[in-house]
């Protein structure tokens, strides 16, 4: 097809741009649109026996790549670093508010683990992909609709804040092995409790997106913390992937080999939102009656509003209700496989208003992470630096889900600005 050479050509162009605008291809134009652009790519060759998404589909991923690329090249300059040298030393104040995170990894630890001994009896007795399924679809395991909220507003968050100044705090010489070290703890704690294997996914994309930036200043970077961050990756990387493919394998219980079990649970999960999203989209009534207007792509700010209303008026339903029907069921995606969840955030910003806010939201995010890049550009500190990865995760981690559809990735980006919004080095 001629569309699957575009979106080889599309991305490659685009990168090429982005070299030329910023004076290197370490930038996030070159990340997110070859991300995008490789897995819909292989999306074509109908891998496993699976379906393959129509033209519309593809045309609104190159939408989707071509408008970020575009909002992020339109501020993304040749921004010369205002330091020599990397400063290893945090401020007083930063190393006060990494203690206390610090600190709440171990809370948040003594929380889990009666949690994590609760459901022991369940995943040894039940299937493994039945009570995966149950954790959502029933109150397993958060009781109730108020703990799986507190979850997704405390929990999570201190979780991923942790694993992710952590990784980049590590990668840039800051004394942060500590908290690393107790986030992923606590990270592994809830994968066991849910069999889930979302913070593998953050563990390996902040070691991947936070070298590759980190690996643009090395000249500034001491030579044997440079060396040491090449160690951690070779041990790290390995690890967490080995924990995705070893947890995949658990909830399919089909008896193939690890091999075969990697090689279908890449291509059917990095492949398969794709064919939900062409499907959602064959579903669809493009009529203005069943857009949202923003609240699906701004859910946490949607959910706040919610609350406070039904304090006064039960009747008003959070935008995940009203939609879930969309992604909770299974479906069929081509040779007996199912798929359910993922949709891309395609999905989370054409329901709120077609393809005008696919446009729009596209070149807004694009925009966001240039002016963000810039900031790193000029002073590639602790918070410049976690802010840049957090959200370049966010716009790769979007061919599978508008990860904002839950809260804590708000609260993430609101505990970055409180921790370490002064950390060093200084500008001189």
């Known amino acids: 097809m001629i569309i699957s050479i575009f979106l080889l050509i599309i991305p490659i162009l685009m990168s090429i741009l982005s070299k030329v605008k910023v004076g290197s291809f370490k930038n996030p134009v070159l990340l997110v649109s070859l991300w995008w652009g490789g897995w819909a790519f292989l999306s074509t060759f109908g891998l496993l026996g699976l379906d393959v998404p129509s033209n519309k589909t593809y045309v609104l991923v190159l939408i989707f790549i071509i408008m970020f690329s575009t909002g992020a090249l339109l501020v993304m300059g040749k921004s010369k670093v205002k330091i020599d040298r990397a400063n290893p030393f945090l401020l007083k104040s930063t190393k006060r ?25 369940n995943i040894l007795n039940m299937e493994a ?4 399924l149950e954790i959502f679809n029933s109150d397993i395991l958060y009781q109730s609709s108020n703990v799986r909220l507190l979850f997704d507003i405390l929990i999570h968050p201190i979780i991923s804040t942790g694993i992710l100044l952590g990784i980049v705090g590590f990668l840039l010489g800051y004394r942060t092995k500590k908290i690393l070290f107790v986030s992923i703890l606590n990270g592994i704690v809830f994968s066991i409790m849910t069999l889930g294997r979302w913070y593998f996914l953050r563990i390996f994309f902040f070691l991947i997106i936070g070298y590759f930036l980190v690996s643009r200043h090395k000249d500034m970077i001491p030579r044997n913390i440079f060396k040491k961050n090449k160690k951690i990756l070779s041990l790290l990387i390995p690890i967490a992937s080995i924990a995705m493919i070893f947890m995949s394998s658990f909830r399919s219980q089909d008896g193939s080999s690890v091999l075969i079990t990697a090689y279908e649970y890449v291509v059917r999960y990095f492949t398969g939102s794709f064919i939900a999203l062409d499907q959602f989209l064959a579903n669809f009534s493009n009529d203005i009656s069943n857009f949202n207007f923003g609240r699906v792509t701004f859910t946490p700010v949607d959910t706040i509003f919610v609350y406070l209303i039904r304090r006064f008026d039960k009747s008003v339903v959070n935008i995940t209700e009203s939609i879930s029907h969309y992604t909770v069921d299974f ?3 081509g040779n007996g496989y199912t798929y359910n969840a993922f949709y891309t955030a395609i999905y989370s910003f054409y329901l709120d208003g077609g393809l005008f806010t696919v446009i729009v939201f596209s070149l807004v995010l694009g925009i966001i992470v240039g002016i963000v890049f ?19 995760y966010l716009s790769m981690i979007a061919t599978l889900r508008w990860e904002f559809i839950n809260m804590w990735p708000l609260v993430v980006l609101i505990y970055l600005f409180i921790l370490i919004t002064k950390a060093g080095p200084k500008s001189s």
């Open 97 to 121: 508010k990494l203690k206390i995170l610090y600190n709440l990894q171990f809370i948040v630890l003594l929380l889990l683990i009666p949690y994590l001994i609760k459901t022991i009896p």
């Open 374 to 392: 810039n900031l790193y550009s000029k002073n590639p500190n602790l918070f410049t630096s976690s802010l840049l990865v957090f959200l370049i």
């Open 331 to 333: 479906i069929h995606i």
């Open 129 to 132: 992909s039945t009570y995966s």
